[in-house]
């Protein structure tokens, strides 16, 4: 019998999970906490998919064009046919499963406008869509629980990939309560443990998603891809050293952003862009807040113009946020927002079907580089950790249903593994990584250029000489490892971001401010041989050759 580990019990993890259990394959979830505290459960505003229930006539090729047109044509287009062109049936089956949906008079599932998108194609539950997603997910997936098909291993972070001849064999898992290292052998490994959250700090997303898997992996040898994109949320707010998100549904339900000049507002988006105004890409919306924070001018999201009994029935989590973090009632004054890190749209260099360079070891999810290009529409997040988790399922089964396998049902999880460290004591780990925190942020902000990133790289690499060969005593065992690897990737993203000489989606040069078709390719980034490699390598299967 086959035994696939899956590192993340996020929207990715379950998808990936629940697929395989319906092809009888057991999964064991790795995860430090219960499905409940998955960064997916944060995801407010809702999921794509052209169910055309809106009357606009919406199809599956538009929502294609356009969530490839967003990531400025960085994106490998079959993928994105794929991910779009499944959206319905995926939307579809949850709903199916139960999940709580805002409906239409008729019954149907309604959708709301979101950013970068012609039709009403994002279906919601309120402001709180990925807890509804999340808890169906949960759900379906204890009914494989109970047939023993799937199996959390709860309090457990990764440590480490095992792998044979270029094979994976099993994980290093870290038991958190007792320090102490387990191996766990495995026939495939699916990696779902989400973005670079604890790399930058203040982001959005959960403090869980600390990078750390992906730094591991990538100081193994894994390569990286589009690093360097790095998507910040155009409406969030500072909070007790976090951003919070107001939800781009906000906007989508009438929302207006605006600044105050010669004692007025100014509805800068909807001057500058008549079409969409405050519904244009991320990207764009955040590069023009950008350009007013610069003059120390702070915009403003306005709620007032939404009825409120819209406000009240669609957007409560965001009432209830404003009121509970932020002491002001939306429904009778603005919300000050700045751009915030919120997504990364680069990650573990993966195909169309979610392999890795490494046989039997895949991604999905943030923690893959798939689907998004330069840029991410608000509402395909969730959708693609749906249908990548799924894809990553299927082509682990594909691949191990010609071997063989030893493992017997009743086998042992785990089995006790020696984790040696040969550093001395010294370092403080917080500390440092709050060091790395500010680096990162002041050099890969909205705005980059060569001085500030090759300053940031200088910084980062100073920080790695002198965290090297040193321990830090209070702290774990995978935090110790995975701090010298988490260095290492940032600095792999530092060299990315100088690589692309260009400005394109969330990746802005103002040393470069144009886009060029010569950089229409994915940015590569691999350690080898003790160094950091960065190329250039074309889009799979671009029709242009790039």
């Given at each position: 019998?086959?035994?696939?580990?899956?590192?993340?019990?996020?929207a990715a993890g379950l998808s990936a999970a629940i697929r395989l259990a319906e092809e009888n394959v057991p999964s064991f979830i790795v995860e430090e906490m219960p499905p409940w505290r998955a960064q997916s459960n944060m995801a407010e505003g809702g999921i794509n998919a052209?169910?055309?229930?809106?009357?606009?006539?919406?199809?599956?090729?538009?929502?294609?064009?356009?969530?490839?047109?967003?990531?400025?044509?960085?994106?490998?287009?079959?993928?994105?046919?794929?991910?779009?062109?499944?959206?319905?049936?995926?939307?579809?089956?949850?709903?199916?499963?139960?999940?709580?949906?805002?409906?239409?008079?008729?019954?149907?599932?309604?959708?709301?406008?979101?950013?970068?998108?012609?039709?009403?194609?994002?279906?919601?539950?309120?402001?709180?869509?990925?807890?509804?997603?999340?808890?169906?997910?949960?759900?379906?997936?204890?009914?494989?629980?109970?047939?023993?098909?799937?199996?959390h291993i709860t309090g457990f972070r990764f440590l480490k990939l095992m792998t044979e001849n270029g094979q994976t064999k099993g994980v290093l898992v870290n038991e958190l309560q007792k320090n102490r290292v387990s191996y766990i052998p495995a026939s495939a490994v699916i990696?779902?443990?989400?973005?670079?959250?604890?790399?930058?700090?203040?982001?959005?997303?959960?403090?869980?998603?600390?990078?750390?898997?992906?730094?591991?992996?990538?100081?193994?040898?894994?390569?990286?891809?589009?690093?360097?994109?790095?998507?910040?949320?155009?409406?969030?707010?500072?909070?007790?050293?976090?951003?919070?998100?107001?939800?781009?549904?906000?906007?989508?339900?009438?929302?207006?952003?605006?600044?105050?000049?010669?004692?007025?507002?100014?509805?800068?988006?909807?001057?500058?862009?008549?079409?969409?105004?405050?519904?244009?890409?991320?990207?764009?919306?955040?590069?023009?807040?950008w350009q007013w924070i610069k003059q120390g001018i702070q915009p403003y999201l306005d709620m007032r113009d939404i009825p409120s009994e819209v406000s009240v029935h669609k957007l409560a989590g965001v009432l209830e946020a404003c009121h509970d973090f932020l002491a002001l009632?939306?429904?009778?004054?603005?919300?000050?927002?700045?751009?915030?890190?919120?997504?990364?749209?680069?990650?573990?260099?993966?195909?169309?079907?979610?392999?890795?360079?490494?046989?039997?070891?895949?991604?999905?999810?943030?923690?893959?580089?798939?689907?998004?290009?330069?840029?991410?529409?608000?509402?395909?997040?969730?959708?693609?950790?749906?249908?990548?988790?799924?894809?990553?399922?299927?082509?682990?089964?594909?691949?191990?249903?010609?071997?063989?396998?030893?493992?017997?049902?009743?086998?042992?999880?785990?089995?006790?593994?020696?984790?040696?460290?040969?550093?001395?004591?010294?370092?403080?780990?917080?500390?440092?990584?709050?060091?790395?925190?500010?680096?990162?942020?002041?050099?890969?902000?909205?705005?980059?250029?060569?001085?500030?990133?090759?300053?940031?790289?200088?910084?980062?690499?100073?920080?790695?000489?002198?965290?090297?060969?040193?321990?830090?005593?209070?702290?774990?065992?995978?935090?110790?490892?995975?701090?010298?690897?988490?260095?290492?990737?940032?600095?792999?993203?530092?060299?990315?971001?100088?690589?692309?000489?260009?400005?394109?989606?969330?990746?802005?040069?103002?040393?470069?401010?144009?886009?060029?078709?010569?950089?229409?390719?994915?940015?590569?980034?691999?350690?080898?041989?003790?160094?950091?490699?960065?190329?250039?390598?074309?889009?799979?299967?671009?029709?242009?050759?790039?």
């Amino acid at each position: 019998m086959d035994r696939v580990v899956i590192i993340g019990s996020g929207a990715a993890g379950l998808s990936a999970a629940i697929r395989l259990a319906e092809e009888n394959v057991p999964s064991f979830i790795v995860e430090e906490m219960p499905p409940w505290r998955a960064q997916s459960n944060m995801a407010e505003g809702g999921i794509n998919a052209a169910l055309d229930t809106m009357g606009q006539h919406d199809e599956p090729v538009l929502h294609e064009e356009e969530t490839y047109k967003a990531g400025r044509f960085l994106a490998c287009r079959e993928a994105v046919r794929r991910l779009t062109h499944s959206a319905p049936q995926i939307v579809n089956t949850l709903f199916a499963w139960g999940m709580s949906l805002n409906l239409n008079e008729d019954g149907t599932i309604q959708q709301r406008p979101f950013g970068g998108q012609t039709k009403k194609r994002t279906a919601f539950a309120s402001a709180s869509t990925g807890k509804q997603l999340m808890y169906t997910l949960a759900t379906r997936a204890r009914f494989f629980e109970a047939r023993r098909m799937i199996r959390h291993i709860t309090g457990f972070r990764f440590l480490k990939l095992m792998t044979e001849n270029g094979q994976t064999k099993g994980v290093l898992v870290n038991e958190l309560q007792k320090n102490r290292v387990s191996y766990i052998p495995a026939s495939a490994v699916i990696i779902a443990s989400g973005g670079l959250n604890g790399l930058f700090g203040n982001a959005t997303g959960s403090v869980l998603n600390t990078g750390n898997v992906t730094a591991s992996l990538f100081a193994d040898g894994l390569p990286a891809a589009n690093m360097e994109m790095i998507q910040y949320h155009p409406t969030t707010t500072r909070l007790h050293g976090k951003n919070m998100l107001i939800t781009e549904a906000v906007r989508g339900e009438g929302g207006r952003l605006y600044v105050e000049q010669d004692g007025k507002k100014f509805y800068f988006m909807e001057v500058k862009y008549p079409a969409l105004g405050n519904l244009m890409p991320r990207d764009v919306i955040a590069r023009e807040e950008w350009q007013w924070i610069k003059q120390g001018i702070q915009p403003y999201l306005d709620m007032r113009d939404i009825p409120s009994e819209v406000s009240v029935h669609k957007l409560a989590g965001v009432l209830e946020a404003c009121h509970d973090f932020l002491a002001l009632d939306p429904l009778k004054e603005p919300i000050p927002v700045s751009p915030g890190i919120h997504y990364f749209m680069g990650g573990l260099y993966v195909d169309v079907n979610h392999r890795t360079p490494i046989a039997n070891l895949y991604a999905a999810g943030e923690a893959a580089c798939q689907y998004h290009g330069a840029n991410r529409l608000g509402g395909n997040s969730l959708l693609g950790a749906m249908y990548g988790g799924r894809t990553a399922a299927d082509s682990a089964m594909e691949d191990l249903s010609g071997q063989t396998s030893s493992f017997r049902p009743d086998e042992e999880i785990m089995t006790p593994a020696y984790w040696t460290k040969d550093k001395k004591e010294g370092l403080h780990i917080p500390a440092a990584r709050k060091a790395l925190n500010r680096i990162l942020q002041k050099s890969l902000g909205i705005e980059r250029d060569e001085k500030g990133l090759l300053l940031g790289l200088s910084e980062v690499q100073e920080l790695r000489a002198a965290a090297g060969g040193l321990y830090d005593e209070s702290a774990a065992i995978d935090e110790n490892d995975a701090f010298p690897k988490s260095l290492l990737l940032a600095e792999a993203i530092l060299k990315s971001a100088l690589n692309r000489k260009e400005s394109r989606g969330a990746h802005t040069r103002s040393d470069y401010p144009d886009e060029q078709e010569s950089y229409r390719k994915t940015t590569v980034a691999v350690y080898k041989n003790g160094g950091i490699h960065i190329s250039l390598a074309a889009i799979e299967g671009d029709p242009d050759g790039h």
